[in-house]
């Protein structure tokens, strides 16, 4: 009767443990294919109003708008404790590296792009990155690093009006 009791006991406390328990961060999911990968900008005319510039500006409109909507709905300079935040940064994070991937893999049409390709490129790499110290920070309640995920995510418009003053004309 004691070990049954005490068995009981365990499974009792082992529910209670892991229904007190903060979740952790979602898995990051694989990244889905973007259509953004995919358009077909081979061959395509050169410029701003390009089809390859159409198809970057709007994988860029993606990220900027995941960045500005987790800023809006938590404009603290410092991690949240809501469990909400954690899953909703998770989910911004993996957007915005899937994104950054998918626009790396689009391919310039020709070789007129070659610097803006290298500039735009030294970006996306760098966007993957600060979206990964971000969700680092969070995941860590770590202020200091998620103060440094703001001023380099701040940063990024200035870096890519620099990479598209490059972009062919």
Avoid at 75 to 88: G, I, K, L, V
């Amino acid at each position: 009767m004691t070990a049954l009791l005490a068995a009981a006991f365990l499974i009792v406390a082992m529910l209670l443990i892991s229904a007190c328990a903060v979740p952790a961060s979602p898995a990051v999911p694989a990244c889905e294919p973007l259509p953004i990968a995919s358009a077909g900008v081979s061959g395509a005319q050169g410029g701003q109003g390009s089809p390859y510039a159409a198809t970057l500006y709007g994988g860029l409109a993606t990220i900027s708008n995941a960045t500005n909507d987790i800023r809006l709905r938590w404009p603290d300079d410092e991690p949240s404790q809501d469990t909400r935040f954690r899953t909703d940064f998770a989910v911004y994070a993996n957007t915005i590296i899937c994104t950054a991937h998918a626009l790396l893999a689009v391919p310039p049409p020709d070789a007129s792009y070659h610097d803006f390709a290298v500039a735009f490129d030294k970006v996306m790499n760098d966007q993957a990155d600060i979206a990964e110290l971000g969700r680092t920070a969070v995941q860590q309640r770590n202020v200091t690093k998620y103060r440094e995920w703001i001023d380099r995510q701040n940063a990024q418009p200035g870096r890519l009006r620099d990479a598209f003053a490059l972009l062919p004309r």
